[in-house]
């Protein structure tokens, strides 16, 4: 077991756009806050990195009045410092796995390009893995598993219990002709144990081990305290 750093990788997209349509996105940004600053209240430092760092963009529809209102995001958005820390994150490839405990990866539909496009990530979400640390996800960000596999090849998600946003939820998002692939189905595919909520939107979240995935913008918190609680009891 690494010795405990107090210290969380959180990653965010440089992605801010759909390919398919000319929809804006980027990461939704309630996902970061209400992660940050659960783990933050409770003593954990974050660094924030990205695939390609550097400036990161907001998803239109996470700066609504009705998202800023949310559990506070509307006040670390008005938090200059704080979004100041999105101007110039660290690369994926320059994060150091000794220096962390978990690593935690956000949503916004960006991600469904970028994530699973980067081997650098793969490769650092496996080694987290491998090396007893913490593996987080919310929402979209469940895409970064799709290609992650393990040093016995298979993938990391394989008879696992995990969630992410589903398909359902993509269609009241009127995003389902937009995005390039069913995150639900694709997990399915690899043999993992996909499951959600009752109600599109609910909070949930499932903890398989040192794996723990939320469904949607609405779990970021519970995954905050799965993750928190996780890290207490080492």
Not at 82 to 103: Q, R
Request: with cysteine.
């Amino acid at each position: 077991m690494p010795a405990a750093t107090n210290k969380i990788l959180v990653i965010v997209t440089n992605a801010d756009e759909y390919q398919k349509v000319g929809l804006r996105t980027g990461l939704w940004l309630g996902e970061l806050t209400h992660f940050w600053d659960f783990a933050g209240e409770r003593g954990f430092t974050m660094d924030i990195a990205s695939p390609s760092g550097g400036k990161i963009p907001l998803d239109p529809e996470s700066l609504t009045r009705q998202m800023l209102d949310a559990e506070g995001t509307g006040k670390r958005y008005l938090d200059r410092d704080f979004m100041d820390l999105l101007k110039d994150t660290m690369k994926v490839s320059d994060a150091d796995i000794d220096d962390y405990d978990a690593i935690y990866l956000t949503g916004g539909h960006g991600v469904m390009f970028d994530f699973p496009q980067s081997k650098d990530l793969e490769s650092l979400i496996a080694r987290f893995y491998e090396t007893g640390r913490v593996v987080a996800t919310v929402c979209h960000g469940a895409a970064g598993l799709l290609n992650v596999t393990l040093s016995n090849g298979e993938p990391l998600v394989k008879s696992k219990r995990v969630t992410g946003f589903s398909w359902p939820e993509e269609e009241l998002a009127n995003r389902a002709k937009a995005v390039p692939y069913n995150v639900q189905e694709e997990l399915k595919k690899l043999g993992a144990d996909y499951s959600t909520a009752a109600q599109p939107f609910a909070p949930y979240v499932l903890e398989d081990g040192r794996l723990i995935t939320g469904q949607n913008p609405f779990s970021a918190r519970a995954v905050a305290e799965a993750v928190v609680k996780q890290l207490a009891a080492k």
